[in-house]
């Protein structure tokens, strides 16, 4: 199975700041790698598709970049709004495998 | 507007069965591959099962083969989740989701999740 690594595990930040989450895979993955937003209490949204691509509604201060086994996922300008958990995903390869998450908080 | 839910969740002893229901809407359901993907209280997102849009071709995580299938009925826009031989680590909540393509990319519509709590 392929392993995803994200970092950090948690982040605070304050409102306007420009914050980046890291996904590392244990091998290539190409640029088979989704971006997830999950709220408290709420089931998982997606934002970023095939590595860099923004979903339809996906504010565009979301970003994600990256191929191979190193991904970036960057909120140009923090807002309120963004406190979630932030997942990585990849589907190069089944089983489909998620990052274990990165939870951000405003300071 | 894409809807999916979930029903069927509850409180079961373990060893026992319980059959979850995602009632599709909105789309061609007939046209998108399906998942399952849970969560445990406090943890990350855990891959459970993927099916074709078809029923053809079905994968699952080792977690739960042999134990879990999933199924569809396009004619019923609906993809279920026979869940057997339930373990206290089975308890989570569980979500359906829909896939952009036919069979397993990227995860474009979720539900709103059922809970499933393994307990005697």
């Known amino acids: 199975d392929i392993q995803m690594t994200q970092s950090p595990s948690s982040l605070s930040a304050s409102v306007g700041d420009r914050i980046t989450i890291t996904c590392q895979a244990s091998q290539d993955i190409s640029n088979f790698l989704n971006w997830y937003q999950q709220k408290p209490g709420k089931a998982p949204n997606l934002l970023i598709y095939?590595?860099?691509n923004l979903e339809t509604g996906v504010p565009s201060r979301f970003s994600g970049s990256g191929s191979g086994t190193h991904f970036t996922f960057t909120i140009s300008s923090l807002q309120p709004e963004d406190i979630a958990t932030y997942y990585c995903?990849?589907?190069?390869?089944?089983?489909?495998?998620f990052g274990q998450g990165t939870r951000l908080e405003i300071k | 507007q894409v809807q999916l839910v979930e029903s069927g969740g509850g409180v079961v002893q373990p060893g026992r069965s319980l059959r979850l229901s995602c009632a599709a809407s909105g789309f061609t359901f007939s046209r998108s591959g399906m998942h399952w993907v849970r969560q445990a209280p406090g943890k990350g997102l855990e891959w459970v099962a993927v099916i074709w849009y078809d029923g053809g071709i079905k994968h699952y995580a080792d977690s739960v083969k042999g134990r879990f299938a999933i199924s569809r009925d396009n004619s019923k826009n609906t993809l279920s989740l026979q869940m057997n031989s339930l373990r206290a680590e089975d308890t989570a909540v569980y979500y359906c989701a829909r896939d952009a393509s036919g069979s397993f990319r990227y995860l474009d519509s979720w539900g709103q999740g059922a809970l499933v709590t393994v307990s005697s």
């Open positions: 995903q990849q589907y190069d390869s089944l089983p489909i495998t």
């Open positions: 095939v590595a860099s």
